[in-house]
Each structure stands twice: as C-alpha cells, then as structure tokens.
C-alpha cells in the first residue's frame, strides 16, 4: 500500500532552521508525515550502541523485535532484554553491558544486524506520532548527519511501514 502522494519542500527561514519533507496521505487512516530534509549516510562507527557521558542510550523492543533477536540468537529474552510496560508499542528494554548494547561485539560492528530492532534500524532518526502527524527528528549527535546523499521522503515512508509491521 502506499501512503504517500505527494511531498511539499519547505524553504529554510528564519521561524523553521530546517528544511522538512510533509507528505500528505491519501489513506485517512494515515497521518501525513514531516520528516527533515537532511543528508545521512551510515559510518558504521557504533557510537549509536553506546553511552555517553551527557546520556544513556535506550534501545527500547517491540514483541516482535524481541521474537527476531530470539530466532537469532536462541537466547530467552530474559537473558538480553527487560519489560518496558505501559509503553506500547515498545513493552521492552534492550539490557546495556558496560554502557554498549548486549550484542555490540567487540569488532564494532552489531552482532544480530539482520535482526536488529525498529530503532535500530531507523536511528538516528525518531518520531514522534501526534493527532494527524508524524513527525520526525533527528539525533544532532550521530556522526553520519549532513554526509551522504539527501533522504527523499521514500526513505521516511519506509520507516513509518518497518513501524507499523513492528508493532
């Protein structure tokens, strides 16, 4: 199905220091989504598995994130994660080990990354879902921002579809 028909661009003004992608839906059921429109590209530095001095990284799971790590790895969730309730559609907790995420290998490099979670896969990007919108940001820290190509608003639209089958 798609959600999208149209992407407006918004010039950078005074009032709005970022460029944003909206996208208005033509399925009622599905918000219109505003995105920035910024340059991203991966540099697989891992900084995104780890804590930092000013914050403390949360990998928060969906049930079916936590069947995937499990069909992975053959670990019971016990051993890798904890219950997150009353925080729907996220109802669990990734454990840290010495600040670096359970399956953060010593590489580097992710131990589970065909399997890794929803919020692993669309970091450093969040959202925020509101009465008619969805609205995205993203995390000034990550290394990987302003690099890259420009995210068309495809790359948005995907993420809000790995979120609604994740949920």
């Known amino acids: 199905m798609f959600f999208l028909k149209r992407c407006l661009l918004y010039k950078r003004t005074a009032s709005s220091p ?3 992608c909206m996208a208005a839906s033509p399925d009622p ?8 429109n910024v340059r991203f590209e991966c540099l697989l530095c891992g900084k995104c598995c780890v804590d930092h001095p000013n914050r403390k990284r949360s990998v928060v799971l969906t049930e079916k994130d936590v069947r995937m790590i499990r069909n992975k790895t053959r670990m019971i969730p016990d051993n890798f994660c904890d219950r997150h ?5 996220y109802l669990y907790i990734m454990r840290m080990k010495d600040g670096k995420c359970t399956f953060f290998g010593e590489d580097g490099r992710c131990k589970i990354y ?13 959202f925020k879902i509101t009465e008619d919108s969805i ?20 790359h948005f639209v995907e993420i809000v579809r790995a979120a609604r089958e994740r949920s």
């Open 18 to 20: 970022t460029n944003f």
């Open 29 to 36: 059921r599905m918000p219109k989504v505003v995105a920035p």
């Open 85 to 89: 309730p009353n925080h729907r559609p």
């Open 114 to 126: 065909d399997a890794r979670p929803l919020v692993c896969r669309t970091y450093p990007f969040s």
């Open 135 to 154: 609205i995205f940001q993203s995390d000034p820290e990550c290394p990987g921002m302003g690099r890259g190509r420009y995210l068309g608003r495809n």
